[in-house]
């Protein structure tokens, strides 16, 4: 399946523009909201491919093996479970980032 560039870049995007404002208040700080809209927008990014591939592998598995389903949904979702909270860690740094403007 080919991607689109845009779906790779449009959440960095997003936070660029979400902390726009703030980014040129002044120097210091524009660089400290520019970091925080760019943490957020990688660590988006990489946890969607990494969560769409786990998905992927799981759901290859139990259709090749269909008697282990529940142990690799299991594991699928205990593995998910941890991606996603790389990426609320990824959050609560970028609000402490935000804390540190103004």
Known sequence: MKRSNWTLIAPVL???LLVGGQAF????DG????GAGFAMGLAVLGAS???GNAARGALEGMARNPAVAGTVQT???????FI??????????????QGKIG
């Open 14 to 16: 997003a936070s660029i």
């Open 25 to 28: 208040a002044a120097e210091e």
């Open 31 to 34: 660089y400290i909201a520019i």
């Open 49 to 51: 491919i990494g969560q």
């Open 75 to 81: 594991a699928m979702l205990l593995g998910l479970a």
């Open 84 to 97: 996603e909270s790389l990426v609320i860690f990824t959050l609560i740094i970028a609000f402490f980032l």
